[in-house]
């Protein structure tokens, strides 16, 4: 029996995946894993009991990721499962920046109950909320990965022009990333180019206040910049600053900051970029598959801190999981009857399993004594 602890409410349509040999619930006090969605665990204190955390969602800024790789507790995350439903609200950003539909509504109810007909009041008030239309103009995008691409397809077939920047780009995402999308190799071209700019990256050391005094400098006059990644990309002083100036003429945001609450041409949103029924449910889905494939045959795929690993088990044999790190030596441990060996790094941490036909228990007690080994587990 595998137990899973629920820190949010997770869909149905993922919780269904698992059979009868887990228990799901809110109250466990000693899980096998965690499933997460925007939960922060970060002075939660990690049981040593507990193997795996999936989280529902794409960004893991949520979990103390350090911390689980020290204790050895394999991290996933659910990439691509909500790209479509943030691909669309960053459709919706795109337009909402141009035409100034919000503040021309906020405009709108404030006539209720004016002496006057309505009709010729915004007749007479509408030129306040002119903005331009996106065909033809050129979009810029940050990172390319799963919710990137949609939106450079999409903004293709809108009629705009699509410039992108992606050091990383992978050859799975360029497969399915318009040929009329221009690649540029450096974030300057990007910027001299764009009239408006969307970030699609993960927040780390490298990229927080990446879009700054300093790069906004580089960008076209009036600017139009849209951010439904992280609030740390972007510097809110330099920001508010821009907006002041004109240089940028306006932000839409989906992780709204105090610093930048009732600014002028600033579009908050709250954090509705996935909430959606069918992201929802595909997240909840992919961290379920993930987590019990994990947990039966200690295979990893879309873990944020652990390598990639698919091994199958040999019959009749017992495998022992390991987690290390990096400068440890795995083929050192000894292990009687084993039939299969294998393991993976990924930076500074290590994965592996020994496929042994005697005792899998004996085996994993003497990889947990190995230095450098942090955890060491059977899978039955």
């Known amino acids: 029996m595998f137990d899973i602890k629920l820190l949010n409410k997770i869909s149905q349509t993922g919780l269904s995946i698992f059979d009868e040999k887990y228990n799901c619930a809110d109250d466990i006090e000693n899980p096998d ?114 919710i990137g691409a949609l939106v450079a397809n999409s903004a293709i077939a809108l009629g705009m022009n699509v410039v992108g920047y992606d050091p990383f780009l992978t050859v799975n995402a360029a497969l399915h990333l318009s040929p009329e999308v221009e690649l540029v190799s450096n974030l300057d071209e990007l910027y001299a180019k764009a009239d408006y700019i969307s970030v699609h990256v993960p927040l780390n050391s490298d990229t927080k206040g990446f879009i700054n005094k300093d790069s906004i400098a580089k960008m076209k006059d009036g600017v139009r910049l849209i951010n439904f990644a992280r609030a740390g990309l972007i510097d809110d002083n330099d920001l508010i600053e821009a907006l002041s100036s004109g240089k940028v003429s306006s932000y839409v945001v989906d992780f709204p900051t105090e610093a930048i609450l ?58 022992v999981a390991v987690v290390f790190m990096s400068s440890a030596d795995f083929d050192s441990i000894e292990a009687d009857g084993a039939v299969n060996r294998a393991s993976k790094i990924r930076g500074g941490w290590g994965y592996g399993v020994i496929d042994v036909t005697g005792d899998a228990q004996a085996v994993a007690e003497k990889a947990a004594a190995v230095q450098g080994v942090v955890r060491a587990f059977v899978i039955e």
């Open 33 to 146: 894993a965690i499933m997460v969605r925007s939960a922060s665990l970060h002075d939660m204190e990690l049981p040593s009991c507990l193997k795996a955390i999936a989280r529902a969602g794409a960004g893991t800024n949520n979990i103390p990721i350090d911390r689980c790789s020290a204790q050895g507790i394999v991290v996933f995350n659910t990439p691509g499962a909500n790209a479509n439903a943030v691909k669309e609200l960053v459709l919706a950003a795109l337009f909402l920046s141009s035409r100034k539909v919000y503040a021309g509504m906020q405009w709108v109810q404030g006539l209720k109950d004016n002496e006057g007909d309505v009709g010729k009041m915004v007749e007479k008030g509408k030129g306040a909320y002119v903005g331009p239309e996106i065909m033809g103009k050129t979009l810029g995008l940050v990172g390319l990965g799963a």
């Open 262 to 319: 009732g600014v002028e041409n600033v579009t908050a949103i709250p954090h509705l970029g996935a909430s959606t029924p069918e992201s929802e449910e595909n997240c909840a889905r992919m961290a379920a598959v993930q987590l019990k494939n994990f947990l039966e045959t200690g295979n990893i795929k879309n873990s944020v801190n652990m390598p990639a690993f698919n091994v199958a088990r040999p019959a009749g044999t017992k495998r």
